[in-house]
């Protein structure tokens, strides 16, 4: 069975200061790894796909980072629109198209 | 906004009633996902259509059903509702689940409160 667990559960930041939010997964035959950021009452909004270990994607202050068996979500200068709920989520050879989703970080930036 | 549209975008209804979720999927894509976040569950996966066929199961309830029409959108049907159903409900689209990694794009969502 798929397993993803996210951390911190909850991070306050202020405006400009770096940090990273930690995604571990368990999974057989990874395909996809997948970052959305979700605000409240809204549905998830996509980041990025990584598919294999050693990848790396941007975005704006973000960059999504893949080893074998966890994934970063690393944060730079952030911004207090930067405020959301980070989710990870990830797609195994053996559960189909479906994503098994970690419980989230909460980034609060103040300003 | 990602393309994937959901009505309607509250529902309070009673326990023990029926009501019925729809989404539409972005242009172009043939794959429809069902997911449930509930605050003391995060987001779960339901079901999946690809091509108006039920293609996956999750953790779905057998009081829930849904179907993907000719015109590729969905509906999800919640029957005999419970006080634990209330959550918010989204639909995800994709291109297509053949492809070895498969984006899912998610909508606004529906937020279902029972009575």
């Known amino acids: 069975e798929d397993q993803v667990t996210q951390s911190p559960e909850a991070l306050r930041l202020q405006e400009g200061e770096s940090s990273s939010l930690n995604c571990s997964y368990t999974v057989s035959g990874l395909r996809g790894l997948f970052w959305y950021r979700q605000d409240p009452g809204k549905g998830p909004e996509f980041l990025f796909t990584?598919?294999?270990a050693g990848e790396e994607k941007e975005k704006e202050r973000l960059k999504a980072t893949l080893t074998k068996k966890e994934s970063f979500l690393h944060i730079t200068a952030p911004k207090p629109e930067d405020s959301a709920t980070y989710l990870c989520?990830?797609?195994?050879?053996?559960?189909?198209?479906?994503?098994?989703f970690g419980e989230g970080t909460q980034l609060t930036v103040n300003p | 906004d990602s393309g994937v549209t959901q009505t309607p975008k509250h529902l309070i209804t009673a326990t023990g009633q029926r009501v019925t979720l729809r989404c539409s999927p972005r242009s172009g894509d043939l794959s429809v996902y069902w997911y449930q976040q509930s605050l003391d569950q995060g987001l779960q996966f339901l079901i999946q259509y690809y091509n108006g066929e039920e293609r996956a199961k999750g953790n779905i309830l057998e009081r829930f059903s849904a179907q993907q029409f000719p015109d590729l959108h969905s509906e999800l049907n919640l029957s005999s509702l419970e006080l634990g159903d209330s959550a918010l409900y989204f639909c995800?689209?994709?291109?297509?689940?053949?492809?070895?990694?498969?984006?899912?794009?998610f909508g606004p969502g529906t937020r279902l409160t029972v009575l």
């Open positions: 989520a990830v797609q195994g050879g053996t559960s189909g198209s479906r994503l098994t």
């Open positions: 995800a689209s994709s291109v297509a689940p053949t492809r070895s990694t498969d984006t899912q794009y």
């Open positions: 990584l598919y294999s």
